[in-house]
């Protein structure tokens, strides 16, 4: 069958989509861009399901016109490809591409694997419930709560112990003064892992003083470490070379959390933890730069 790894050119186009959906919330649906239009990744998918067959007794069922009628979400379709198959998803309508219809004749069942594949992908994203958004009046305010989801190093789910104004009961928390890598770079999966075994399944304290571009709160968040003790957790993954001092936002902190977390970054990069361990690791504000004007990022 050949070479089945993602080709490099599907990678390069997720880094971007990733990047221009984390970055405007008005295009999160270019995260399904690579699934449902490009007719490379259609390629690549139909070649893995034919390397990985589900045998003659599987079954995908996917309703799309069902899908669409329980959850019809408006969303901001960037360019007419996409809004065309939109509509056409939302209608029940099979979506094609020159990928899918060159495929057709080789194998029925493969293309139906395919087509099934970028369907449970557009069903998994329209589940996908958004946070409630928490207005300018709220700030400030420090409440205790759970982590519910990492979405990286420096954002997570919250769930507070009781509603915010009486009625937001889950939102976004940015860390105020850490920024980690981002999911193209080499240290991600290290990085987000480490801020769920710092978080999860704890009691947090979150004191969120303002709301950023993109809706979340900006918090610094405390842990319970046992026996009444608390822990900063971003300086805690700064000590573990997985992230690094948001230097642009360090005027937001008080004199001595700003030293704190300098010698903290500073101390990993002398030992070369985590990130500081490459020879001339690429910052994430430099990362998201490049990712902007689809270039690529370390």
Sequence with gaps: MGNLATPASVQK???????????????????????????DVLEHAYRSCRANPLG???????????????????????????????????AGAPVLT????????????????????????VASWLQWRPTQALTDEAFPFTVEGRALSFADADSFEFEPGEPIAGEVRRFTVRLHAIDAP????????????????????????VSCYKRDAR??????????????????LERALLQRGLAWHYRAY??????????A???????????????????????PWECRQRLRALRSCR
């Design 13 to 39: 186009l997720q880094s971007a989509l990733h990047a221009k959906a984390k970055g405007e919330p008005g295009y999160r649906f270019y995260l399904l861009y690579d699934k449902v239009y490009r007719a």
């Design 250 to 259: 360090a005027g937001e902190q008080d004199a001595g959390d700003r030293a």
């Design 182 to 205: 981002e999911r193209s770079q080499r240290h991600a999966a290290a990085s987000r892992a480490a801020l769920a075994e710092l978080i999860g399944g704890r009691r947090l304290t």
């Design 56 to 90: 003659d007794n599987a079954h995908i069922i996917v309703a799309p016109a069902q899908i669409a009628s329980s959850y019809p979400t408006a969303v901001k379709v960037g360019s007419g490809a996409l809004e065309d198959r939109w509509r056409r998803l939302r």
């Design 215 to 232: 809706a979340r709160a900006v918090c610094r968040v405390a842990v319970a470490a046992g026996a009444g003790v608390e822990s900063d």
């Design 98 to 121: 020159a990928a899918t219809r060159s495929v057709a004749g080789r194998s029925r069942p493969a293309l139906l694997l395919v087509v099934a594949a970028a369907l449970v992908a």
């Design 261 to 283: 977390y300098a010698a903290a970054e500073a101390q990993a990069r002398e030992a070369r933890r985590g990130l500081w361990s490459d020879e001339a690791p690429m910052a």
